[in-house]
Structures are given as structure tokens and as C-alpha cells.
């Protein structure tokens, strides 16, 4: 994970849902479980925090940029002013 970008943008996408987390197994067995039922594991439970309570986001038409965007970046859902 040590080759992953920081400060970067490196992708657009459409934000389709959020759903809440309902159960959480991290110690047990690692996975998440969504209210609508959606099972959280391996390398995707690995890049979140799927505690109980808190939200996943369901994206569509994620496209990479070819060229990553320097941004100082938000905690929390933002749009970027500048030209992608």
C-alpha cells in the first residue's frame, strides 16, 4: 500500500448509495455485512472502516484519470472546483 498516492485525485465517479453497516466481524471471521445485506471481505474490508454504524459508499462510472490531480484533500464529501 506504500505505492498508493496521497494528496492525489485519481478517479471521477457517481455516487449511487450509501448504506449503513449492520454487523462487523472484524476479529472473527474479517468481514462486514451492509443493510441490504451485501457481504464486505478480503482487499475491499481492507481499504475501510466498515465499524458498525457507519456507511459504504456504492460508486458507478468510476473512471481513472489519466493524469492524478494534486488536491488538498477533505474529510467528507466535497466536489473539486478545477478542471478535470
Given at each position: 500500500?506504500?505505492?498508493?498516492?496521497i494528496?492525489?485525485?485519481?478517479?471521477?465517479?457517481?455516487?449511487?448509495?450509501?448504506?449503513?453497516?449492520?454487523?462487523?466481524?472484524?476479529?472473527?471471521?474479517?468481514?462486514?455485512?451492509?443493510?441490504?445485506?451485501?457481504?464486505?471481505?478480503?482487499?475491499?474490508?481492507?481499504?475501510?472502516?466498515?465499524?458498525?454504524?457507519?456507511?459504504?459508499?456504492?460508486?458507478?462510472?468510476?473512471?481513472?484519470?489519466?493524469?492524478?490531480?494534486?488536491?488538498?484533500?477533505?474529510?467528507?464529501?466535497?466536489?473539486?472546483?478545477?478542471?478535470?
Open positions: 500500500m506504500s505505492d498508493l498516492p494528496g492525489k485525485i485519481i478517479a471521477k465517479t457517481v455516487l449511487k448509495d450509501c448504506i449503513q453497516v449492520k454487523e462487523s466481524n472484524i476479529c472473527i471471521s474479517p468481514t462486514a455485512i451492509l443493510e441490504d445485506n451485501t457481504v464486505i471481505k478480503n482487499h475491499e474490508l481492507a481499504f475501510g472502516d466498515y465499524t458498525e454504524g457507519r456507511y459504504a459508499w456504492r460508486l458507478s462510472n468510476i473512471k481513472l484519470l489519466k493524469n492524478p490531480i494534486s488536491a488538498k484533500g477533505q474529510q467528507r464529501i466535497w466536489n473539486y472546483k478545477g478542471d478535470i
